[in-house]
T-cell receptor
Framework: EAGVVQSPRYKIIEKKQPVAFWCNPI?????LYWYRQNLGQGPELLIR????????DSQLPKDRFSAERLKGVDSTLKIQPAELGDSAVYLC?????????????FGSGTQLSVL | TQLLEQSPQFLSIQEGENLTVYCNSS?????LQWYRQEPGEGPVLLVT?????EVKKLKRLTFQFGDARKDSSLHITAAQPGDTGLYLC????????????FGQGTILTVHP
């Protein structure tokens, strides 16, 4: 079974530039999460989707961050414009609603460096 | 805001030694999970503990959930270089695991 797939693995941009991350969750997983992990810290939730609906985006900086999950499968997270403090690893995760909802499966993440 | 504090933040030991990582909070969690993360990869779930006082064992790893469900510990017996990584605890409030709160992690290095 394929895991959560994220791309790109690495991204280096200059500040004020836009950037986008893509995530393909595990097939059949209705819940999708975007987390941000700063160096030496644990992941912090940015947004959670149930199918195509964003059910928790309270920690998403909406002035510059946006996300979408069209058709309730793949998702993209966008930052425009990027700031130096956005440098971090952006992790996507998915979970199944059927009895194994407790288990999150994480992708390998996208490491973003803003110069 | 529920916070989870892990200690120690860094741990460097020799192969064969035992170690314990602690995860503490002033908040009650309905369940607590432990993850292990290797460089360049996402966290991988090791265990979920749900009941206060619960102890779970996974080979050389022993996980305990505090009686009051506010704290947890991870004990590794006879550590091996393959145990090297970032260990994260994460607490869930209520029944929604989408509300996981992660600790800052413990970076473990096991030297051969």
């Amino acid at each position: 079974e394929a895991g959560v797939v994220q791309s790109p693995r690495y991204k280096i941009i200059e500040k004020k530039q836009p950037v986008a991350f893509w995530c393909n969750p595990i097939s059949g997983h209705n819940t999708l999460y975007w987390y941000r992990q700063n160096l030496g810290q644990g992941p912090e939730l940015l947004i959670r989707y149930e199918n195509e609906e964003a059910v928790d985006d309270s920690q998403l900086p909406k002035d510059r961050f946006s996300a979408e999950r069209l058709k309730g499968v793949d998702s993209t997270l966008k930052i425009q414009p990027a700031e130096l403090g956005d440098s971090a690893v952006y992790l996507c995760a998915s979970s199944s609603p059927w009895g194994d909802n407790e288990k999150l499966f994480f992708g390998s993440g996208t490491q973003l460096s803003v110069l | 805001t529920q916070l989870l504090e892990q200690s120690p933040q860094f741990l460097s030991i020799q192969e064969g030694e035992n170690l314990t990582v602690y995860c503490n909070s002033s908040s009650v969690f309905s369940s607590l999970q432990w993850y292990r993360q290797e460089p360049g990869e996402g966290p991988v779930l090791l265990v979920t503990v749900v009941t206060g006082g619960e102890v779970k064992k996974l080979k050389r790893l022993t996980f305990q959930f505090g009686d009051a469900r506010k704290d947890s510990s991870l004990h590794i017996t006879a550590a091996q270089p393959g145990d090297t990584g970032l260990y994260l605890c994460a607490g869930a409030a209520g029944t929604s695991y989408g509300k996981l709160t992660f600790g800052q992690g413990t970076i473990l290095t096991v030297h051969p």
